[in-house]
């Protein structure tokens, strides 16, 4: 994703005030309100017609337009004012006699109230000469600024050979580029270790998917990929009490170094995710014994004492991404352990923050045991999370735990009598399965997950159409169940679903 940065108008901008401009004679330019703002410098000069040019602005540019992007409608007339003075706008330039609606008496009024300089172009004057006037004022800034960001490429060249972290790293770039700076996730979590987050006021006008580029009035947002995706964002602020800052090229420099300390940091998490994920297997089988089952969840991050919770995660279709999953919990810093088995499992600490921010990720259905002690073992925890999480998807809700009382109706109470349904119904066709090999229980529910569609199953099955009409032959034969019979496929789907619960490796 490409880098955005938000609009600013930098109040040390080396370029000439609005009014100066105005007092150009050649440049044909009438001020016609905000005349308490006719001090501000102006960095550049643009022409836009786009109804919200902001997100493509760096802050203190005199706006151009023939008329187009301006509203009919005067309290449309004012939001707009609104609108380019919030985003950074030096001042907003009409031209004369073409495009442009009556400049209404609402629109000046707002111009007025915020200072914010409204004139007027002469048609004979085109928009080039202003274009020129202003480039040939702030030559001598822009040339100042280059030697400073000179200045910082240095700098960032000699980081590595410094071997400096984090805390000391930022601060020296704050330093040069005279920005206060934060990092972080698109849930406002720190996102760098020794690097704050920025204040939630400015957390909440971040965007939370890729749809609108991260814009804030104060300064620059700048988005950090790493790993193919977005993983934050650098938000930089001017610093209190200095002169000068650097710009967004400046600021997009420095989220290059935070994407590559970020990308350090996921590359470590993955290798204790892989770590995490034996530990987790074998606490789930039960091989290790409850002093070396504490000694690695201590080494995890885990709390000694502390209760524990296993989410079991499903999908709505297919498996749960794992990835997503994982970049959701790389991003929290919380003490965490994943595997997946089928369904995929994470352990964290009971009550934590991760199983509200794994809720929030698109087609996933959670089920989540109940508390308990490490010392305790897993398997029953396991049992629940998984019964949650059947639950979740048959009733059709985003999370289920283990201690929620409601019923699912169709499947019968208990674990015996479940494993009586399913061998009643479906025991000949896994012996006959297991035996020699085929796959004629996993044809049928796949069959019905398909909408009892053939030609829909035998494609996501990769066999011939003709195959697995012989495999649902077959197994009619060998268990009396019918399933072109709505009573036998009623009994069929209700043992396929105890079985996957209850029989099929997990």
Same mark, same amino acid.
């Given at each position: 994703?490409?880098?955005?940065?938000?609009?600013?108008?930098?109040?040390?901008?080396?370029?000439?005030?609005?009014?100066?401009?105005? #007092?150009?004679?050649?440049?044909?330019?009438?001020?016609?309100?905000?005349?308490? $703002?006719?001090?501000?410098?102006?960095?550049?000069?643009?022409?836009?017609?786009?109804?919200?040019?902001?997100?493509?602005?760096?802050?203190?540019?005199?706006?151009?337009?023939?008329?187009?992007?301006?509203?009919?409608?005067?309290?449309?007339?004012?939001?707009?004012?609104? /609108?380019?003075?919030?985003?950074?706008?030096?001042?907003?330039?009409?031209?004369?006699?073409?495009?442009?609606?009556?400049?209404?008496?609402?629109?000046?009024?707002?111009?007025?109230?915020? $200072?914010?300089?409204?004139?007027?172009?002469?048609?004979?004057?085109?928009?080039?000469?202003?274009?020129?006037?202003?480039?040939?004022?702030?030559?001598?800034?822009?040339?100042?600024? /280059?030697?400073?960001?000179?200045?910082?490429?240095?700098?960032?060249?000699?980081?590595?050979?410094?071997?400096?972290?984090?805390?000391?790293?930022?601060?020296?770039?704050e330093e040069l580029s005279g920005y206060r700076l934060a990092v972080c996730s698109r849930?406002?979590?720190?996102?760098?270790?020794?690097?704050?987050?920025?204040?939630?006021?400015?957390?909440?006008?971040?965007?939370?998917?890729?749809?609108?580029?991260?814009?804030?009035?104060?300064?620059?947002?700048?988005?950090?990929? #790493?790993?193919?995706?977005?993983?934050?964002?650098?938000?930089?602020?001017?610093?209190?009490?200095?002169t000068s800052q650097m710009g967004l090229a400046a600021v997009q420099h420095i989220a290059?170094?935070?994407?590559?300390?970020? #990308?350090?940091?996921?590359?470590?998490?993955?290798?204790?995710?892989?770590?995490?994920?034996?530990?987790?297997?074998?606490?789930?089988?039960?091989?290790?014994?409850?002093?070396?089952?504490?000694?690695?969840?201590?080494?995890?991050?885990?709390?000694?004492?502390?209760?524990?919770?296993?989410?079991?995660?499903?999908?709505?279709?297919?498996?749960?991404?794992?990835?997503?999953?994982?970049?959701?919990?790389?991003?929290?810093?919380?003490?965490?352990?994943? /595997?997946?088995?089928?369904?995929?499992?994470?352990?964290?600490?009971?009550?934590?923050?991760?199983?509200?921010?794994?809720?929030?990720?698109?087609?996933?259905?959670?089920?989540?045991?109940? $508390?308990?002690?490490?010392?305790?073992?897993?398997?029953?925890?396991?049992?629940?999370?998984?019964?949650?999480?059947?639950?979740?998807?048959?009733?059709?809700?985003?999370?289920?735990?283990?201690?929620?009382?409601?019923?699912?109706?169709?499947?019968?109470? &208990?674990?015996?009598?479940?494993?009586?349904?399913?061998?009643?119904?479906?025991?000949?066709?896994?012996?006959?399965?297991?035996?020699?090999?085929?796959?004629?229980?996993?044809?049928?529910?796949?069959?019905?997950?398909?909408?009892?569609?053939?030609?829909?199953? #035998?494609?996501?099955?990769?066999?011939?159409?003709?195959?697995?009409?012989?495999?649902?032959?077959?197994?009619?034969?060998?268990?009396?169940?019918?399933?072109?019979?709505? &009573?036998?496929?009623?009994?069929?789907?209700?043992?396929?679903?105890?079985?996957?619960?209850?029989?099929?490796?997990?």
């Open positions: 994703m490409a880098e955005t940065g938000s609009t600013l108008r930098d109040t040390t901008t080396v370029g000439p005030t609005v009014a100066e401009l105005v #007092a150009t004679p050649t440049l044909g330019m009438t001020l016609v309100a905000g005349a308490a $703002g006719s001090d501000r410098r102006v960095s550049w000069a643009h022409v836009s017609e786009l109804a919200d040019p902001t997100p493509w602005l760096q802050g203190s540019e005199l706006l151009m337009t023939i008329g187009l992007a301006v509203p009919q409608d005067p309290d449309e007339q004012r939001a707009y004012i609104a /609108l380019l003075d919030d985003g950074g706008v030096a001042a907003l330039a009409v031209s004369d006699e073409l495009f442009a609606p009556i400049l209404s008496e609402g629109m000046r009024e707002e111009a007025d109230v915020r $200072g914010f300089p409204l004139v007027t172009i002469s048609l004979q004057v085109p928009f080039i000469a202003i274009a020129q006037e202003v480039a040939a004022h702030t030559q001598v800034g822009a040339q100042a600024r /280059l030697a400073t960001l000179l200045r910082l490429f240095g700098t960032l060249r000699n980081v590595a050979a410094e071997q400096l972290g984090n805390r000391d790293l930022f601060a020296r770039l849930a406002g979590r720190p996102l760098i270790d020794g690097v704050p987050a920025p204040p939630a006021e400015i957390v909440e006008r971040l965007p939370e998917t890729d749809e609108s580029p991260p814009r804030i009035a104060e300064g620059y947002a700048v988005t950090l990929p #790493a790993a193919g995706h977005v993983q934050g964002y650098l938000v930089a602020t001017p610093r209190t009490g200095t290059t170094i935070a994407a590559l300390r970020i #990308a350090t940091r996921l590359g470590d998490y993955e290798f204790r995710r892989r770590e995490g994920a034996e530990t987790l297997a074998e606490l789930l089988a039960g091989t290790l014994d409850p002093g070396s089952a504490a000694n690695r969840l201590e080494l995890a991050g885990f709390a000694g004492g502390d209760d524990l919770q296993l989410i079991a995660v499903g999908a709505d279709t297919a498996s749960p991404d794992d990835q997503a999953v994982a970049r959701t919990l790389s991003q929290l810093g919380e003490p965490h352990l994943m /595997l997946s088995l089928g369904e995929l499992y994470v352990l964290v600490p009971d009550g934590s923050a991760p199983l509200r921010m794994m809720s929030s990720i698109d087609g996933i259905r959670l089920g989540v045991s109940r $508390g308990f002690a490490a010392m305790a073992g897993f398997a029953t925890a396991r049992r629940e999370a998984r019964w949650a999480l059947f639950r979740a998807i048959d009733l059709n809700e985003r999370i289920v735990r283990a201690d929620d009382e409601r019923d699912v109706g169709w499947m019968p109470a &208990g674990a015996t009598a479940q494993h009586e349904v399913v061998q009643r119904i479906l025991g000949s066709a896994i012996d006959y399965d297991r035996n020699h090999r085929t796959e004629l229980v996993r044809s049928v529910e796949v069959w019905l997950a398909q909408d009892r569609s053939t030609g829909s199953a #035998a494609r996501a099955l990769h066999v011939h159409p003709n195959t697995l009409a012989y495999r649902l032959r077959r197994f009619a034969d060998l268990t009396g169940q019918d399933v072109t019979k709505m &009573g036998d496929l009623v009994d069929v789907w209700l043992a396929l679903r105890a079985w996957r619960m209850l029989e099929r490796p997990a």
